[in-house]
């Protein structure tokens, strides 16, 4: 998929560029300039766990991060820079390993433009959007330089207040048989956040749908990054490397559980009591300054990598073939902590740690054309890791760990026949733990013995389907898929963090449409139903995977510069009903979003374009929990509830589009 199917989709957040990938959804339960919280083929992927993400082969997921693994924050993409975007399914290739299971997408930007832009957006809520982008020659090359500023407040009671800054600037040049750029990227950003709030208290009316009940919640963020590759074509063989350094940065502040730690008979240092929180049934979030179970999640760290391929083309026999040798290495030093916080004021330090992982990962992969309906695809891959972690507040979790796994692939394609092919992979692919599971022996808020996670688990999966173009403008793939995970890793809301679970089972239908009736339309359609669960037995317990994604359906309308210079289209986004708990007891309510942009193209080089989001108006969750937590007044140990975080109301943004 390329900037000409993205450029005219409704997009109110970043992340949502990878709802691009047929089955995913990207949402949002905190401020903006949080990551957001991802579903795709029965995972609630938390924010990002199990889908690999990577920019310009740079991956974006976190190992050990602070509020959980796989942490993927999209915030610094710039949706015009996108030339295109490449997705899979499942772990059936070679050259992806950690966080793929469920499939992996990677984003990449131009060179040069089409066309260099001045972009102003402005918009409900006190949303703005200033870009200026363009390419141009310089030297023997090209450069490309792109800046941006956001604010967004949103419709909460107390606004986000989000501020992002955000630049790219590369160099690229291209000669002979040879190609090669370098890219550097910056981002910063600061927010305010309304967490998901807790459903009792909205019905008796002591808290509104866009309330904070800690109105200190949030943070702010950091991203600095520098990327060279490297590409040589000869004339057998392609030889590509690409090396990379990340910095990154983020102090994050959240209150899940409201009072259940900190309540009247705790009363910790610096909290006030709590009889005024309560004001003619309303709750006073001013008081949360000084009160509640709000925990902070600083998360400092270098993240450098290098990726090298060969790809030698050559016969095997008569037969046409590619085998393709691989390595990819990585490694993050890491600094974070989790702290018991009052209005981002710390007062107790739960843990704190120095953490080192590496991983190195070489592959192999040989794909070959049989016959002319005949072709495959087999590969073997291992990752080693090394996990190290030094813990400032408990000598027993200190440790270093070793672990790796051989990890093969093979996918078969038989066809065309009628413009149809049928497919067949299989593959096994892992997860890694978060370094500080692998390596804690005693849990730091109570001191009491745990057992250390497995460093990697694995997953095995299959998949099975059809690709067609028989009918005339239309491509259709129709997907039935099975996975099994040793170890499922589950949000835990009152921690805000993942943990490993339960080993489980997810299969599903997936069938995705791309319809071009005429020139100027296009029409698609995206159907994934999936069924997850745990497969073993606990007594007491259940064995539905909370928050796993059951049904999703997307689908829209795309015109494109038609009607005398009017572009754009509608979009519709359908989550379906999920299990909340493991006895599927409490579930969701289905999300139904309806969105749309239309544009209109004024001359050669203005056009003015217009969003509205959330058409319906719907007073739906954008995601929702359940878990324990507790007000003033109510039991020590909480109450069971359910905790959403709503849907923006209907919104709109217009703004000018100048191209020079």
């Given at each position: 998929m390329g900037q000409a199917q993205l450029k005219y989709r409704p997009i109110i957040?970043?992340?949502?560029?990878?709802?691009?990938?047929?089955?995913?959804?990207?949402?949002?339960?905190?401020?903006?300039?949080?990551?957001?919280?991802?579903?795709?083929?029965?995972?609630?992927?938390?924010?990002?766990?199990?889908?690999?993400?990577?920019i310009e082969?740079?991956?974006?997921?976190?190992?050990?991060?602070?509020?959980?693994?796989g942490w993927t924050d999209t915030n610094f993409l710039i949706p015009e820079l996108i030339e295109t975007l490449e997705f899979k399914k499942g772990n059936y290739y070679a050259d992806t390993g950690d966080f793929s299971s469920a499939g992996s997408a990677n984003i990449r930007y131009f060179n040069r433009l089409p066309e260099n832009i001045i972009r102003f957006t402005g918009?409900?809520?006190?949303?703005?959007?200033?870009?200026?982008?363009?390419?141009?020659r310089s030297g023997k090359g090209e450069l490309l330089y792109a800046g941006e500023v956001v604010h967004n407040d949103g419709p909460w009671t107390t606004g986000n207040n989000y501020l992002k800054l955000n630049g790219v600037l590369r160099y690229s040049r291209e000669y002979q048989n040879h190609s090669w750029h370098v890219t550097a990227m910056a981002t910063q950003s600061d927010w305010r956040s309304t967490d998901q709030i807790p459903r009792r208290k909205f019905k008796q009316g002591a808290i509104g749908r866009f309330d904070a009940l800690d109105p200190t919640d949030g943070g702010n963020s950091q991203r600095y990054s520098l990327t060279g590759e490297w590409n040589l074509r000869g004339e057998n063989s392609l030889t590509a490397f690409m090396a990379y350094g990340v910095y990154s940065k983020l102090n994050l502040y959240s209150n899940f559980s409201f009072f259940l730690d900190d309540n009247e008979t705790v009363n910790p240092v610096g909290c006030g009591g709590l009889s005024g929180l309560s004001v003619n049934n309303r709750v006073d979030p001013v008081l949360f300054n000084t009160c509640g179970d709000q925990f902070g999640q600083p998360d400092d760290r270098w993240?450098?990598?290098?990726?090298?391929?060969?790809?030698?083309f050559h016969k095997i026999g008569?037969?046409?073939?590619?085998?393709?040798?691989g390595i990819q290495m990585r490694n993050d030093n890491?600094?974070?902590?989790?702290?018991?916080?009052?209005?981002?004021?710390?007062?107790?330090?739960?843990?704190?740690?120095?953490?080192?992982?590496?991983?190195?990962?070489?592959y192999f992969e040989n794909k070959t054309n049989w016959s002319s309906w005949l072709r495959t695809s087999l590969g073997l891959r291992f990752d080693g890791f090394r996990f190290e972690v030094s813990n400032s507040n408990l000598n027993q979790n200190n440790g270093t760990r070793y672990d790796g796994l051989l990890s093969p692939k093979l996918a078969i394609v038989m066809g065309p026949w009628m413009n149809t092919e049928l497919y067949l992979n299989g593959g096994l692919g892992f997860h890694s733990n978060d370094a500080r599971g692998i390596n804690t022996r005693l849990d730091p808020a109570n001191g009491e013995t745990v057992h250390r996670a497995d460093p990697l688990a694995r997953t095995y999966s299959a998949e099975t389907g059809i690709r067609s173009t028989w009918v005339d403008r239309l491509q259709s793939t129709l997907a039935v898929w099975w996975m099994d995970l040793e170890s499922e890793l589950v949000f835990v809301g009152d921690a805000g963090a993942t943990v490993a679970s339960r080993p489980s089972r997810r299969y599903g239908l997936e069938f995705a449409n791309y319809y071009h009736p005429v020139h100027w339309l296009t029409l698609d359609a995206d159907f994934s139903f999936s069924h997850s669960r745990f497969r073993d037995s606990v007594a007491g317990e259940g064995n539905h995977v909370p928050n796993a994604v059951e049904t999703v359906i997307a689908t829209g309308a795309t015109f494109h510069k038609v009607f005398n210079g009017?572009?754009?289209?509608?979009r519709l986004r359908y989550l379906g009903p999920r299990a909340l708990n493991?006895?599927?007891t409490q579930r969701s309510d289905s999300t139904i979003l309806l969105s749309a942009m239309l544009g209109y193209k004024l001359n050669k080089s203005l056009r003015i374009q217009a969003e509205v989001f959330n058409v319906l108006n719907r007073k739906d969750d954008a995601i929702i929990y359940f878990y324990t937590s507790r007000m003033p007044g109510e039991v020590n140990r909480g109450v069971d509830d359910f905790h959403f975080h709503p849907v923006e109301p209907v919104s709109f943004r217009i703004g000018f589009v100048m191209n020079y």
């Open positions: 957040r970043p992340g949502e560029v990878l709802e691009a990938v047929p089955g995913l959804i990207a949402t949002q339960h905190s401020g903006e300039g949080k990551a957001n919280q991802y579903f795709l083929r029965g995972f609630n992927l938390d924010h990002g766990t199990d889908f690999l993400t990577q082969g740079v991956p974006v997921n976190q190992t050990a991060h602070s509020h959980g693994q918009g409900s809520f006190n949303y703005y959007r200033g870009l200026i982008a363009g390419s141009r993240t450098t990598g290098f990726k090298g391929s060969h790809t030698l008569s037969f046409d073939s590619e085998t393709t040798l890491i600094r974070n902590a989790l702290t018991r916080t009052h209005a981002q004021k710390t007062f107790d330090i739960t843990r704190r740690d120095a953490i080192w992982v590496t991983s190195i990962s070489p009017f572009y754009g289209g509608p493991e006895d599927n």
